[in-house]
Nanobody, 119 residues
């Protein structure tokens, strides 16, 4: 059984920064692709950033240059450093871990953490 636990969400003013963390417990290995998704009210969940086991990184266009994803395999943890936050970044942020092409039984989600950007 794998559990993903996010932390680091909160409220911040525009232009501020937050760092999200996602710790994995259970049988999760460095081969998993790790990612962050977000879902704003009334919108579909969208990919924010992902990092593969070979450290290939992908960002949504809307966060390029502002967000940085990283992973610490020794700690089974993935991070999302968010800078220059904008009100449109307000959403629930979800951590994901998956083995690409291996089906839903190897696709795990955290419970989500709220990020609110408001003046």
């Amino acid at each position: 059984q794998v559990h993903l636990v996010e932390s680091g969400g909160g409220s911040v003013q525009p232009g501020g920064s937050l760092r999200l963390s996602c710790a994995a417990s259970g049988s999760i290995f460095s081969v998993y692709t790790r990612g962050w998704y977000r879902q704003a009210p009334g919108k579909q969940r969208e990919l924010v950033a992902s990092i593969t086991n070979r450290d290939s990184i992908n960002y949504a266009d809307s966060v390029k240059g502002r967000f940085t994803i990283s992973r610490d395999n020794a700690k089974n943890t993935v991070y999302l450093q968010m800078s220059n936050l904008k009100p449109e970044d307000t959403a629930v942020y979800f951590c994901n871990a998956n083995l690409p092409g291996m089906g839903p039984e190897y696709d795990y989600w955290g419970q989500g953490t709220q990020v609110t950007v408001s003046s």
